[in-house]
């Protein structure tokens, strides 16, 4: 069946640091793949997707590329704030219209110190 | 933005006794609702989907007499826990798809902790 695993946190970084959190998946099919991000006391909100081979989503300064050929779909920042603490989970999708079924990775819990 | 609310956020019960979890969509009309089970350090697993005014689909070893899901109107979805025992506490998750948009869109509410004693 379809899995994903991300990196285990938590992690801490310092203001300004470049922020990798890796994420790699195994499917069936031709999945889309999604990073959605928790913060304290909200629900989960969608950060980026892509939806096919060499798409880039992109949002809020965060990047992730989908790489077919190593099936990952690593989340990267180049300057992270303390804003950007949260927990982070990657996820995929192989269901078209009506068929939305999500599998989450673990989460990734970051800290941005200043 | 769209949002889901959850109530409780939190709630404590004795074991064998029953809990209401409510999901609503506050800012939209949701067709379909999620209800996720959340393991610490774990992934979020889906537990069942439900469509407004037809029976939930559940997942494989999701006992659907213990986890009763009732859609009953295009803002509102709600997760019975019945007969609860200790093993039932959990983080559970909902999320929403929205009426109008595009296939996984999905808006997720704050999620609820059930303790059972």
């Known amino acids: 069946g379809d899995s994903v695993t991300q990196m285990e946190g938590p992690v801490t970084l310092s203001e300004e640091a470049f922020l990798t959190i890796n994420c790699t998946y195994t499917a069936t099919g031709y999945p889309s793949l999604f990073w959605y991000v928790q913060y304290p006391g909200e629900g989960l909100q969608l950060l980026l997707k892509?939806?096919?081979?060499?798409d880039k989503g992109s949002n809020k300064g965060f990047e992730a590329t989908y790489r077919k050929e190593t099936t990952s779909f690593h989340l990267e920042k180049g300057s992270v704030q303390v804003s950007d603490s949260a927990v982070y989970f990657c996820?995929?999708?192989?269901?078209?219209?009506?068929?939305?079924?999500?599998?989450f990775g673990t989460g990734t819990r970051l800290t941005i110190i200043p | 933005g769209a949002v889901v609310s959850q109530h409780p956020s939190r709630v404590i019960c004795k074991s064998g006794t029953s809990v209401k979890i409510e999901c609503r969509s506050l800012d939209f009309q949701a067709t379909t609702m999620f209800w996720y089970r959340q393991f610490p350090k774990q992934s979020l697993m889906l537990m069942a989907t439900?469509?407004?005014?037809?029976?939930?689909?559940?997942e494989q070893g999701v006992e659907k007499d213990k986890f009763l899901i009732n859609h009953a109107s295009l803002t509102l979805s709600t997760l019975t826990v019945t007969s609860a025992h200790p093993e039932d506490s959990s983080f559970y998750i909902c999320?929403?798809?929205?009426?109008?948009?595009?296939?996984?869109?999905?808006?997720f509410g704050p999620g609820t902790r059930l303790t059972v004693l």
């Open positions: 439900s469509n407004e005014g037809s029976k939930a689909t559940y």
């Open positions: 996820a995929l999708s192989e269901g078209g219209f009506g068929n939305e079924k999500l599998t």
């Open positions: 999320s929403a798809r929205p009426l109008a948009t595009g296939w996984n869109e999905q808006f």
């Open positions: 892509a939806t096919k081979a060499d």
